[in-house]
Structure formats: C-alpha cells, structure tokens
C-alpha cells in the first residue's frame, strides 16, 4: 500500500485528490514489540477497504522516487522489527588486506558464500546482511542481524577478515530520555541507509525464512484523530510517535515495554 511509508516534517508538497477523500480509514500492523496504527483518507465508495489506498500526486519525479523509497524503508523496519529481539546478535565484518575487496560485484559474491555457510550451519537461523563502506576508510564492510546463530559460528565462518563487533541488541533503547523498549527505529534506519546507487541490487539481503509482520484489516475511524489525539494503544503499549505526514495521513507508533511484552508473548504461547 502506498501508504507505508516513512514520517517526515518536511513542507507539504503532495496534492490529494479532495473529491475522493470522503472516509476516514484506520490500519494496525503488528511488528514484535511494535504496534504500527495509520489514519488515512480513500474515497466515499471505495468497496474493497482491505485494498484501499491514498490517490497521492506527485509535483516531480523526484518525490515519486522519495515516495518509494520511504516505501522500501517502512517496509524493512517492519520486517527488522518482526524478526529480531535482544536474543539476536549485531555483528560487524571486515576485510583484512589479504582479501580485501573493491568492488560490490566482487562483495556480493563474498556476501553470498557466508551466507550460505551460516545457514548451511543453522538452517532455522533468520539473518540479514548489508554491505557498505567505511566513511574515513572507504573500505568495504558488511554488517549482519541474526537470530538463532551462536557466536562462535559467526566467527568460525567468517573466512576473509575480522569481526570488530558481535553484540545482543538492546532490550531497552532510549531516545531523549525515553524507554522504548524493543523499537529498533534507529538501528533499522542506519543499516537501511547504508545502501549506495554505487552497489546496485536490492539493499539488504534476508533468509527466506524471515516472519511478516501481522497488518490487520483496514476499518473505518470513528473519531476524529490528530497527533494531540492519538488512537487508543493496544493493551501493554505506549505511544512513542505521532506524526501528520507530509504524503497527507497520520502515523502512530506504539511499542510494548519488554516486561509487559514478555509476558504478552507467552500469552500467545499458550
């Protein structure tokens, strides 16, 4: 849905067709520890809500391209968000100068093979990579999120450098003084960001086996809402974001506090 996309206080620069924004619409999307809730308009007839989307026009090309690329970047946050946990494991590779590389063409190839080992070793494990390069050294480097791989076979595997970091992720991150939990806002967007047009290719690679997030059905809102009147959180969670979007909705992000989303998890174990 063009939609999902990321929030922004830039000035407004999109047109929305007046004639079709009639109803008022509410969506919910579930990501671990995260409760995505988006207010947006469709058009008074608009039948099939569960496909509905905004009819966004745009002034250039360039904010067409912005556009997706927001897409592209609400969609990977949803899918980190989904997968990984403070049991999950940060890691940083690099090339020593024996097998170091110049070009993504030759990185990928690198990137591929240990990715391959790693899941040959644990066939369960959800890993995503991303390559880059170093600001001051200019080096190519990748950087890696995994669950469900041990250490040493993060280690033991890599063939072609050193590792300078392997580190659980946070069970508590903070942003200006406040707790958000699980929400790996930042994290997210700094290896989304790491891609260069110089690399080509999609920006990150990720194990098939990698869990969506859970979107409910679109309803309609029954309230009038604003970034002063957020929508009820879900029970266990705090509102830590609310924004009126540049591309003409609302966006609000919830997320549970560890205790409370432990024990909502093994809830839903039972």
């Given at each position: 849905m063009l939609l999902d996309v990321g929030s922004t206080k830039e000035p407004l620069h999109i047109e929305i067709d007046q004639r079709c924004v009639m109803k008022?619409?509410?969506?919910?999307?579930?990501?671990?520890?995260?409760?995505e809730q988006i207010v947006y308009n469709v058009g008074e007839n608009t039948v099939k809500i569960k496909e509905s989307k905004p009819r966004v026009r745009f002034a250039t090309e360039e904010e067409r391209?912005?556009?997706?690329?927001?897409?592209?970047?609400?969609?990977?946050?949803?899918?980190?968000?989904?997968?990984?946990g403070p049991t999950s494991i940060y890691s940083t590779l690099t090339f020593d100068d024996?097998?170091?590389?110049?070009?993504f063409e030759e990185a990928r190839r690198l990137r591929n093979n240990y990715f391959d080992r790693l899941r040959r070793a644990c066939p369960d494990a959800v890993i995503f990579i991303y390559m880059g390069r170093g600001k001051s050294t200019h080096r190519i480097h990748f950087h890696m999120v995994s669950e469900g791989v041990?250490?040493?076979?993060?280690?033991?595997?890599?063939q072609d450098g050193r590792i300078?970091?392997?580190?659980?992720?946070?069970?508590?991150?903070?942003?200006?003084?406040?707790?958000?939990?699980?929400?790996?806002?930042g994290l997210?967007?700094?290896?989304?960001?790491?891609?260069?047009?110089?690399?080509?290719?999609?920006r990150w690679k990720q194990s098939r086996n990698a869990r969506?997030?859970?979107?409910?059905?679109?309803?309609?809102?029954?309230?009038?809402?604003?970034?002063?009147?957020?929508?009820?959180?879900?029970?266990?969670y705090v509102l830590v974001d609310a924004q009126e979007t540049?591309?003409?909705?609302?966006?609000?992000?919830?997320?549970?506090?560890?205790?409370?989303?432990?024990?909502?998890?093994?809830k839903k174990k039972e």
């Open positions: 008022r619409l509410k969506r919910r999307i579930f990501s671990g520890a995260v409760c391209e912005k556009h997706r690329t927001e897409i592209s970047r609400r969609r990977h946050y949803r899918n980190f968000q989904a997968n990984f024996e097998h170091e590389v110049h070009t041990p250490k040493e076979v993060i280690e033991g595997k890599w300078i970091r392997m580190d659980y992720l946070r069970e508590h991150n903070f942003v200006n003084g406040q707790d958000r939990g699980q929400d790996y806002w997210a967007n700094y290896l989304f960001n790491h891609w260069t047009s110089e690399q080509g290719g999609h969506k997030p859970d979107a409910e059905t679109p309803t309609e809102a029954k309230r009038n809402y604003s970034t002063e009147k957020p929508p009820k959180p879900p029970k266990g540049q591309y003409g909705y609302l966006y609000f992000r919830y997320v549970a506090m560890p205790e409370k989303y432990s024990k909502i998890r093994k």
